[in-house]
């Protein structure tokens, strides 16, 4: 399988690894962010079985402010997946509430 990240080849990390620490650590999320583009070479094949088993901690990032690339496309690239619309709202909004509201004051 391919290294998780590239640019840390030190950390001697697979995706597969990462997601499988998901499981382990329920306050460990995966941040989309640069992760699912199509015409990016060091994008990442997680799967959608990975993606769906996983969707409770997973947070869509655009890396805005430093967007290279427009967010159209992995926006898209999520959507081809063609995961059911709770997945997608838990990605776009509840996770991030989610997280948040953890953090919070009462």
């Known amino acids: 399988s391919e290294a ?6 030190k950390a001697n990390l697979r995706c597969s690894e990462f997601m499988d620490l998901l499981a382990d650590f329920p306050n460990l999320y995966l941040d989309t962010s640069f992760t699912f583009f199509k015409s ?7 799967g959608p079985e990975s993606l769906e088993s996983n969707q409770d901690q997973i947070l869509y990032g655009s890396d805005f402010p430093n967007l ?13 997946f063609d995961f059911p619309k ?21």
């Open 68 to 80: 290279i690339y427009p967010r159209e496309e992995e926006i898209q690239t999520l959507l081809d």
């Open 86 to 106: 709770e997945f997608y709202h838990k990605i776009f909004k509840t996770n991030g509430q989610r997280l948040i509201n953890s953090h919070s004051e009462d």
């Open 40 to 46: 990016v070479e060091m994008g990442f094949d997680l």
């Open 4 to 9: 998780c990240g590239p640019r840390f080849p």
